[in-house]
């Protein structure tokens, strides 16, 4: 039986409540994201504030966002140039982050992110796409959805010589990403944590 087509859109501010949840569940058991979140007992509703405040103030206004028609998926991208949020929107994002979190380890999460981003701009110090999530519904995974909504971003990439990056702490996901032309360009244990990942460069 043929397999229906995946059809892929931009997101917007109405999707993001059902995104956030789509992004909670597809991490669940990520170390990264596990990490960030901790074992607290809410943590998978602590997830879903952390990230619709990502999504709303922290996706460069969902500009590069891509999901399905049925939102069983999302990939979050950062364009080029992006400097990150402005001043109103680090505001707004930062009682979600610290619900994802917790206050007490926001700094100690903080100083995390900032190694990682250290290491993005050493590995591309260019203009460069980064995708900054990518998460699909569980019993989606495996149906070519995540392929399908990274698309649009890597043909951009092909057409215009834009190097993509991205990270995951998932090894099974390294072979995904591999067959979609990115190259681990360091594996790293992030600094005072037990996660291990792996970073990865689509040249161009």
């Not at 859109?9 to 596990?34: I, K, N, W």
């Not at 990490?35 to 709303?56: C, F, K, N, V």
């Not at 460069?60 to 990150?84: E, F, I, K, M, Q």
């Amino acid at each position: 039986m043929a397999t229906a087509p995946i059809n892929v859109r931009l997101a917007t501010l109405d999707d993001v409540p059902e995104l956030a949840g789509v992004l909670a569940r597809a991490f669940a058991h990520d170390p990264f994201y596990s990490y960030l979140a901790g074992d607290a007992p809410e943590r998978t509703q602590r997830m879903r504030d952390g990230w619709s405040g990502i999504l709303q103030f922290g996706s460069a206004h969902l500009s590069h966002t891509n999901t399905t028609d049925d939102r069983a998926g999302v990939a979050l991208w950062l364009p080029p140039g992006y400097r990150g949020p402005s001043l109103l929107d680090s505001l707004r994002q930062m009682p979600a982050l610290a619900r994802l979190a917790g206050w007490r380890r926001l700094r100690l999460v903080g100083d995390a992110i900032a190694d990682l981003e250290k290491r993005r701009h050493n590995h591309v110090p260019r203009p460069h796409f980064y995708l900054s999530a990518l998460g699909v519904e569980p019993d989606r995974q495996g149906t070519g959805t995540g392929t399908a909504l990274m698309q649009p971003v890597l043909a951009r990439c092909d057409r215009d010589g834009t190097p993509a990056y991205l990270e995951t702490a998932a090894a099974r996901n390294v072979l995904l990403y591999k067959r979609l032309g990115f190259a681990v360009v360091e594996e790293m244990d992030l600094p005072g944590t037990d996660v291990h990942g792996w970073l990865m460069v689509r040249a161009r």
